[in-house]
């Protein structure tokens, strides 16, 4: 199953922070692209591209300027959404239906306002608390679930730097070798 990210209504300057860190959340947890809607953050974009060339792997970042026409497009091509919301269902009474459906998945978290539109045309409005959050933390949560755990098992391909886990320290193995 191949897992995508829609980010709605990205704002310079207000968003960028909480933006990257969807963007990285995204590609730890094993999605292989996000797609940023709102205002075109051009920096942003390069500062998320410039960590997957650091990290390795094939994660993509692009910008959708009509993220209504993308989401309808995602579905006329086979592709199942589900919209992270604290008005959904619950994310571990429905995570298996998701995993069942064998298409591709595009995730979508929500910015300032999500238009009514976005809930009526995801296959699944999913809440991983009926709590104020986080998108960031939503996202984290419902990949992880969708991963079934194993996105402690990926493996980004070319890193220039790789963590090795410890339990005091830091161990950071550096590939000159995949320095451009």
């Given at each position: 199953?191949?897992?995508?990210?829609?980010?709605?209504?990205?704002?310079?300057?207000?968003?960028?922070?909480?933006?990257?860190?969807?963007c990285?959340?995204?590609?730890?947890?094993?999605?292989?692209?996000?797609?940023?809607?709102?205002q075109?953050?051009?920096?942003?974009?390069?500062?998320?591209?410039?960590?997957v060339?650091?990290?390795?792997?094939?994660f993509?970042?692009?910008?959708?300027?009509n993220?209504?026409?993308?989401?309808?497009?995602?579905?006329d091509?086979?592709?199942?959404?589900v919209h992270?919301t604290?008005y959904?269902?619950?994310?571990?009474?429905?995570?298996?239906?998701?995993?069942?459906?064998?298409?591709?998945?595009?995730?979508?978290?929500g910015?300032?306002?999500?238009?009514?539109?976005?809930?009526?045309?995801?296959?699944?409005?999913?809440?991983?608390?009926t709590?104020?959050?986080?998108e960031?933390s939503?996202?984290?949560?419902f990949?992880?679930?969708?991963?079934?755990?194993?996105?402690?098992?990926?493996?980004?391909?070319?890193?220039?730097?790789?963590?090795?886990?410890?339990?005091?320290?830091?161990?950071?193995?550096?590939h000159?070798?995949?320095?451009?």
């Open positions: 199953m191949n897992v995508e990210v829609l980010r709605l209504d990205h704002r310079i300057g207000r968003d960028t922070r909480i933006t990257t860190h969807v990285l959340t995204a590609r730890a947890f094993g999605a292989s692209k996000i797609h940023l809607s709102g075109e953050d051009a920096k942003l974009m390069k500062n998320v591209e410039d960590i060339d650091r990290w390795g792997g094939d993509k970042v692009d910008y959708v300027k993220f209504k026409k993308f989401i309808l497009n995602w579905r091509n086979g592709g199942k959404i992270l604290m959904g269902s619950q994310a571990n009474e429905i995570v298996s239906e998701v995993q069942e459906s064998n298409s591709d998945i595009l995730i979508i978290v910015g300032a306002k999500v238009p009514t539109e976005v809930y009526k045309n995801s296959d699944w409005n999913v809440s991983v608390t709590q104020p959050h986080s960031v939503s996202l984290a949560v990949q992880h679930l969708l991963m079934d755990g194993q996105e402690f098992n990926l493996d980004f391909e070319d890193p220039v730097f790789e963590v090795i886990p410890t339990a005091h320290g830091k161990n950071v193995n550096i000159n070798e995949n320095k451009e």
